[in-house]
């Protein structure tokens, strides 16, 4: 099981361009969730995708946007870049069960330089 | 509104001493609690978590938690501090009712003196 992976491991931008970051999700895992975590903090939740569809979003402006493909990875989209988007970008993966807890597996991260 | 904090950003300690790292939660019911590590460049891995019943739950790698309704805390413990043991501890929420969205406190950064 190669668990959550993340593509690529490292991308360097300037203001104004557009992203894209990938995860594959752990083998079994149907739902996946974006991160975004800034030098120094915690990580912050941009979005949760289940069955293609964007669930539940936290406090990020439209500039950041997703998908989710029938093999249930993900990608992330982020248009005009701010150097304020710097940061390491982690994606988590679980399995929706219930309304219940469903345990997050963290990929290693995709680390974003907006220069 | 669902909040984390973690009071102590640095904590250093000797290796082979024991070790508490704060975490204080705001939340409007019982909420599923975790601790996260991460080491440099690596993603987060978790040692342990509560839902509920027994306030004192065990993790990984030796580390325990005790859950405090009454002080909204979670602190993290480990008896003997290991030199691997030195990375970024993150403390967690899950509120219910759908979705599982992770709310994270800032950190706190361990390093083990030999």
Redesign the interface.
């Known amino acids: 099981d190669a668990g959550v992976t993340q593509s690529p491991t490292h991308l360097i931008k300037t203001r104004g361009q557009q992203v894209t970051l990938r995860c594959s999700p752990k083998s079994g895992h149907d739902t996946v969730s974006w991160y975004q975590q800034a030098l120094g903090q915690g990580p912050q939740f941009i979005f949760q995708y289940y069955e293609e569809e964007e669930r539940q979003r936290g406090n990020f402006p439209d500039r950041f946007s997703g998908h989710q493909f029938p093999n249930y990875s993900s990608e992330l989209n982020v248009n005009a870049l701010l150097l304020g988007d710097s940061a390491l970008y982690l994606c988590a993966s679980s399995y929706r069960r219930s309304q219940a807890y469903n345990e997050q597996f963290f990929g290693p991260g995709t680390r974003l330089t907006v220069l | 509104a669902q909040s ?1 904090t ?1 009071p102590d950003i640095h904590i250093t300690v000797s290796e082979g001493a024991s070790l508490e790292l704060r975490c204080n939660y705001s939340y409007g019911a019982t909420p ?1 609690l975790f601790w ?1 590590v991460q080491s440099p ?6 040692l342990l ?1 509560y ?1 509920s019943g027994d306030t004192l739950v065990q993790g990984i790698k030796g580390f325990e938690a005790e859950f405090k309704r009454s002080q909204s805390s979670f602190n993290l413990r480990k008896p003997s501090v290991h030199w691997s043991d030195a990375a970024e501890y ?1 403390c ?1 929420l ?1 509120g ?12 706190t950064q361990l390093k083990v003196e030999l």
């Open positions: 984390v973690q599923y996260y460049g690596q993603g987060l891995q978790l978590k839902f993150f967690a899950q219910g009712g759908g979705g599982n969205k992770l709310t994270f406190g800032t950190g």
